[in-house]
């Protein structure tokens, strides 16, 4: 499986960006796609997911400002984040879940500033 991401860049805080993230080769049997994000010294942590069926997680700390939404005709995940914070700012992963096997994209940076 191979994932494209785009959609990072710099914005202010209160602004919006939108991620997408494309899946390609062996995705018969992807289960769940999202996002995770580190921050630098932080840890790689959960944004949001969302399966097949459109079952969604989500971080109690994007919870109605971040919105996930999945094309699985497209093999492609949305990330709409509103209202941003500063404490947003990190790289952001695409991931894909086959159940034996966990695929990471090459991460797209988000600056968020004051």
């Known amino acids: 499986v191979q994932l494209q991401a785009s959609g990072g860049g710099l914005v202010q805080a209160g602004g919006s960006l939108r991620l997408s993230c494309k899946a390609s080769?062996?995705?018969?049997?992807?289960?769940?796609m999202g996002w995770y994000r580190q921050a630098p010294g932080n840890k790689r942590e959960l944004v949001a997911l969302i399966t097949r069926g459109g079952t969604i997680s989500n971080s109690d700390s994007v919870k109605g400002r971040f919105t996930i939404s999945r094309d699985n005709a497209a093999n492609t995940v949305l990330l709409q984040m509103n209202n941003l914070k500063p404490e947003d700012t990190a790289v952001y992963y695409c991931v894909a879940d086959r159940g034996l096997s966990i695929y990471w994209g090459q991460g797209t940076e988000v600056t968020v500033s004051s």
């Open positions: 080769g062996s995705i018969f049997d992807i289960k769940a």
